[in-house]
């Protein structure tokens, strides 16, 4: 497994952005991939997951009804559509990729890691 995630950058709060999370070493579709964001000073905060076959998924608090995570297992790729973006969602956003088919909330239960996409949203 190997992630790549892109698609960040600068948008004006209320705006929308769409991360994406490609696994360009992908042997099978069995693995949950779960979004992270870690902002500056602050400790790394769940943000959604999705179950292997992408019919679960969960979201963190501060998430819910903004963003929808979604997944390609055809394109290797789980996508983080992110909606009226608020200034506090401003953060490095990491994607993660399981070694099982659960999505766990924790980031111990993820094995592997992409490199971050920033995402500055501003006021």
């Known amino acids: 497994v190997q992630l790549q995630a892109s698609g960040g950058g600068l948008v004006q709060a209320g705006g929308s952005m769409r991360l994406s999370c490609t696994n360009s070493?992908?042997?099978?579709?069995?693995?949950?991939v779960g979004w992270f964001r870690q902002a500056p000073g602050k400790e790394r905060e769940f943000v959604a997951t999705?179950?292997?076959?992408?019919?679960?998924?969960n979201y963190g608090d501060s998430v819910k009804g903004r963003f929808t995570i979604s997944r390609d297992n055809a394109l290797n790729t789980v996508y983080l559509q992110m909606n009226s973006l608020k200034p506090e969602d401003t953060a490095v956003y990491y994607c993660?990729?399981?070694?099982?088919?659960?999505?766990?909330?924790?980031?111990?239960?993820?094995?592997?890691w992409g490199q971050g996409t920033q995402v500055t949203v501003s006021s």
């Open positions: 993660a990729a399981s070694r099982g088919s659960y999505g766990s909330s924790s980031s111990r239960g993820y094995q592997y």
């Open positions: 070493r992908r042997t099978s579709s069995n693995n949950a």
């Open positions: 999705i179950f292997w076959n992408g019919g679960s998924t």
